[in-house]
């Protein structure tokens, strides 16, 4: 979605929007924002394009943050000592566990490996 990956957020005021674009965003995207911002609200909207850098994209800040959730799955030691017992394995996605659903319970510290 263009939304996602098109636009760094740099002010957000009350009916009014700045942004920075990358250079993929469809040349139409400010004028069919702004048109939607108000259909959505009911208010009339503003965007403005910024020379700004602004914020990181919405695709971008969801890269980051499941990266770091899969460095720390990486780093736990269950996690570890499966990848040693099993060579080559490797952690291909990470999702997380569904509401309410419990923890799972580690192995007993004294199972020894067969």
């Given at each position: 979605?263009?939304?996602?990956?098109?636009?760094?957020?740099?002010?957000?005021?009350?009916?009014?929007?700045?942004?920075?674009?990358?250079?993929?965003?469809?040349?139409?995207?400010?004028?069919d924002l702004q048109?939607?911002?108000?259909?959505?609200?009911?208010?009339?909207?503003?965007?403005?394009?910024?020379?700004?850098?602004?914020?990181?994209?919405?695709?971008?800040?969801?890269?980051?943050?499941?990266?770091?959730?899969?460095?720390?799955?990486?780093?736990?030691?269950?996690?570890?000592?499966?990848?040693?017992?099993?060579?080559?394995?490797?952690?291909?996605?990470?999702?997380?566990?569904?509401?309410?659903?419990?923890?799972?319970?580690?192995?007993?510290?004294?199972?020894?490996?067969?």
């Amino acid at each position: 979605m263009s939304l996602e990956r098109d636009v760094r957020l740099v002010r957000c005021e009350d009916g009014q929007l700045e942004i920075a674009l990358e250079q993929s965003a469809p040349k139409t995207f400010v004028h069919d924002l702004q048109r939607k911002l108000s259909a959505w609200t009911g208010k009339r909207w503003i965007v403005v394009v910024s020379q700004e850098q602004g914020a990181a994209t919405m695709r971008e800040q969801s890269d980051a943050r499941q990266a770091e959730i899969e460095r720390g799955v990486q780093s736990d030691p269950l996690v570890q000592a499966v990848l040693n017992r099993f060579p080559g394995a490797k952690i291909v996605g990470v999702t997380a566990p569904a509401a309410g659903a419990e923890e799972a319970e580690a192995p007993p510290a004294d199972m020894e490996e067969e």
